[in-house]
């Protein structure tokens, strides 16, 4: 496949059109997209009450190829009937992603039992009263909770409240697979988990760093604004292993001239090794600090911790720093005395900095980089991790989390006069380990692909096999549904945020708060999130009628989102004009994130510098190659929309990236077929492809397909997989 020269533009824009027909026409696609509704995809936020397409400075229009996908595929036709008649599971297993997508909406609950082999349909109150039936009957500790980023804050807060209530902390979010180490990173820094700008922070910035990304795919939006620092006159440097197409030059669709020229964005692209970015970032900290550039006065009044960060950077060898990173000392060099010379730089990154076994110090690492020129606490300049899912982080603020904020259990216990469990909660690695133990025994999923999104896909296959239970509230089937079976199992349909009867909130990851009106639903059949929690919880109360927690809420009332949006506004700290917001309509920025002066919410007020010993570079030994998991342009996670990867000019999934020298140094050629060998297990008939644009001794395949190869490693800190830090060999076949 020829592979173009730039990100987005034209392409994009006859993708709109082919999505139009698919859909119905133009106008359908158009009406559906500029409803106010938050947008479905990514967490740069757009849509709400401004209007969809518009972000929340009010540009306009702001469209991505994902958005469009994600539409699309809410507003095809019904699964049919018939499929679950035709289609046992074993015969799911052999369908693709893409398949699976596309068979349609769900529109009624099913049912799967292992001895029939495949699902089907039954009413929505028998497959309640079955579910209902296996919660009230087991130890609450003996189930678990998975939520994924896509629903809204109410079902969040709610399927948290159940679960609490019926007596187990094991509630968790694909956050744990995502981007905990920066929230974990992030609080040993700040004191806060989140991003500390705003927006229009990135207006004035004059540099901004792109470490671990492929926005250009990932977040389409914000090649608008790295197009905007470049027309300032300020600098972009990319820090990625491989080369992005759409990182060296993007074409924004809603800029005339950018669409047709294409825009310059990386003024500097610095391609470390796989995991190596902890070095090449105390590399670059330590030639600030040769360069004097530092902000003593702000270290000073600002910081703990930096006479023993500035005794470890200077300690820490040149030649350990570019060997363990990758980059020779001219370009970390570069990037230093680019960065001594802003005046407002914004640092932003993505899973190629928290998919690691030292994530957390990744992330450290950055903010350390940060804090030694005092670029976090002043407009224009801060720390941008750049979220995944759209609302993963209000699921976060909901309290989806095993442990939760003292605050939100203070005031729940003493407003609904209950005894919340203590036991500590499992996060998502310890439930699959906990399923595979016997130790739990039903699971219920808002969302999301737990199957697909694990490491080690044979185990957590096998997890999931060992359950009694396991329940899905699914708008439509991905792999999850055919792979990840109980002994039973239950997919409940639910409705998309824009078919929701009640207004509901979303945060986007620059902690501000979007209202969607919902609106007509298109299928009969789907219910609301929140209605099928409250009356799920509704039936597990009654079977458990002397459990006096359970009790404490009135459940069925909660159908209602706006007496949910009233509880979230007294439990949940500064989201208090949530109570009335589907009266007011009001949007808002989350008070007390965002840092525009340097106070932090640290117990001494001062931001934390951490030091870091650099760990060993993997993936060393001859025949071996470090693997990075990754997406491609035609997929939203475990959903693969095409199967081209336009911007690579990559065709088909099952393949492996190598660069040039690699592929000759292990005696292969470009085509042949390999079987990959990494920690978890193998993959055969592999296409080995010759891909210039990568460090040699790093690789890349896609995800989802590579977990089969992805070992169960995780942060210490985080507990997230090392998903980019894969040490496979190859053999022929
Ligand atoms: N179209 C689309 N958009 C999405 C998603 C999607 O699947 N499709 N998913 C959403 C979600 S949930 C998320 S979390 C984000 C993910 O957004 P990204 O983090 O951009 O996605 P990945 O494909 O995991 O990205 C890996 C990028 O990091 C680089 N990389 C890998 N390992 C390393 C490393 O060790 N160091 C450095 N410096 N770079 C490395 C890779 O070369 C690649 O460019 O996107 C969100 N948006
Ligand atoms: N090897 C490897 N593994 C990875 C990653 C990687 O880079 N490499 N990335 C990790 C990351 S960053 C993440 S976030 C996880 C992804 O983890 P998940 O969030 O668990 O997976 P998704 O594929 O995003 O889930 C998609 C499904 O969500 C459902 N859905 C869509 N919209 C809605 C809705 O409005 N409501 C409800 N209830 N359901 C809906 C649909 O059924 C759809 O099939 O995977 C992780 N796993
Ligand atoms: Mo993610």
């Known amino acids: 496949m020829r592979k173009v020269k730039t990100g987005g533009g034209w392409p994009a824009v006859w993708y709109t059109w082919r999505k139009a027909r698919e859909v119905g026409g133009i106008r359908k696609l158009w009406k559906a997209m500029r409803a106010r509704n938050a947008c479905k995809t990514c967490a740069l936020g757009m849509g709400g009450q401004k209007g969809g397409m518009v972000n929340e400075q009010g540009a306009f229009p702001e469209v991505c190829k994902k958005s469009l996908q994600a539409m699309a595929a809410d507003m095809q036709g019904a699964v049919k009937p018939e499929f679950w008649g035709r289609f046992a599971a074993r015969e799911m297993r052999a369908m693709s992603p893409r398949e699976l997508e596309h068979s349609g909406r769900l529109v009624e609950p099913v049912l799967f039992t292992a001895e029939s082999g495949r699902y089907a349909p039954l009413g929505w109150d028998e497959a309640l009263d079955r579910v209902a039936d296996t919660l009230a009957s087991l130890p609450a500790d003996e189930t678990f909770w998975y939520f994924s980023g896509r629903s809204s804050n109410e079902a969040g807060f709610l399927l948290q409240l159940f679960a609490r209530l019926l007596g187990t902390n094991n509630v968790n979010n694909c956050s744990y697979y995502c981007h905990q180490a920066s929230g974990v990173g992030l609080t040993s820094a700040t004191g806060s988990g989140t991003a500390t700008i705003t927006l229009e922070d990135l207006d004035t910035a004059d540099l901004v760093f792109v470490i671990g990304g492929n926005p250009a795919s990932n977040h389409p939006r914000l090649m608008r604004t790295l197009m905007q620092v470049r027309r300032r006159g300020g600098q972009v440097i990319v820090v990625n292993p491989l080369v992005e197409t759409g990182l060296v030059n993007f074409s924004v669709p809603s800029d005339p001239w950018s669409l047709v020229f294409g825009s310059k964005i990386a003024s500097q692209y610095v391609q470390p090794h796989i995991g190596g970015d902890l070095a090449l970032l105390t590399g670059v900290a330590k030639r600030v600090v040769e360069l004097g550039a530092q902000d003593e006065a702000f270290l000073a009044a600002h910081t703990s911790g930096w006479p023993e960060l500035r005794a470890s950077l200077e300690a820490t060898p040149w030649e350990e720093i570019t060997a363990k990173s990758g980059v020779p000392k001219e370009q970390l060099d570069q990037a230093a005395q680019a960065y001594a010379a802003s005046k407002r730089a914004v640092f932003s990154w ?184 409250a009356d799920l919880a509704a039936r597990v109360a009654t079977r458990q009628a002397a459990n006096k927690n359970l009790a404490a809420v009135d459940w069925p009332a909660m159908r209602d989102t706006g007496k949910v949006q009233a509880a979230i506004g007294k439990i949940v700290p500064g989201f208090e004009s949530l109570a009335d917001i589907a009266q007011t309509k009001q949007e808002f920025q989350i008070p007390g994130r965002t840092f525009h002066t340097p106070k932090f919410p640290t117990p001494d007020g001062r931001a934390r510098l951490h030091p870091h010993t650099l760990p060993e570079l993997k993936g060393q030994a001859p025949g071996e190659l470090r693997v990075m998991t990754i997406r491609s342009e035609g997929q939203f996670n475990t959903v693969v929309y095409e199967d081209h990867d336009l911007y690579r000019g990559v065709d088909g999934r099952r393949v492996i990236l190598i660069a040039p020298d690699d592929l000759r140094r292990l005696g292969y050629s470009a085509g042949d077929q390999v079987t990959v060998h990494g920690p978890a297990g193998k993959m055969d008939l592999v296409t080995a492809i010759e891909f210039q644009q990568l460090r040699p001794g790093n690789a890349a395949m896609y995800y989802p397909e590579a977990n089969v190869l992805v070992g169960r490693e995780v942060d210490p800190q985080s507990r997230t997989p090392a998903f980019k830090g894969v040490v496979v060999t190859l053999s022929r076949g």
């Open 350 to 533: 993505t899973m190629g900095i928290t998919h690691h076994a030292h994530g957390v110090l990744n992330v450290q690492a950055i903010a350390n980089l940060a804090l030694v020129r005092g670029m976090v606490g002043r407009p224009g300049a801060g720390l941008m991790p750049i979220r995944g899912h759209s609302n993963v982080q209000g699921i976060g603020s909901m309290g989806v989390t095993p442990l939760l904020r003292q605050a939100v259990f203070d005031r729940l216990q003493s407003h609904l006069g209950v005894t919340l469990p203590t036991t500590p909660g499992l996060d998502t690695m310890a439930c699959m380990d906990a399923a595979i133990a016997g130790r739990v025994r039903a699971g219920l999923c808002l969302g999301g692909n737990l199957y697909g999104s694990n490491p080690d896909a044979a185990y957590a296959r096998r997890a999931l096999e060992n359950l009694d239970q396991i329940t899905y509230l699914s708008t439509t089937l991905n792999t999850g549904h055919a792979h990840g079976l109980a002994r039973e199992t239950v997919i409940l349909p639910v409705l998309a945020r824009d078919e929701e009867p009640h207004p509901t909130t979303q945060e986007s990851m620059f902690n501000y708060v979007r209202v969607s009106d919902g609106g007509p639903r298109r299928l009969a059949g789907p219910r609301s999130e929140v209605e099928v929690i």
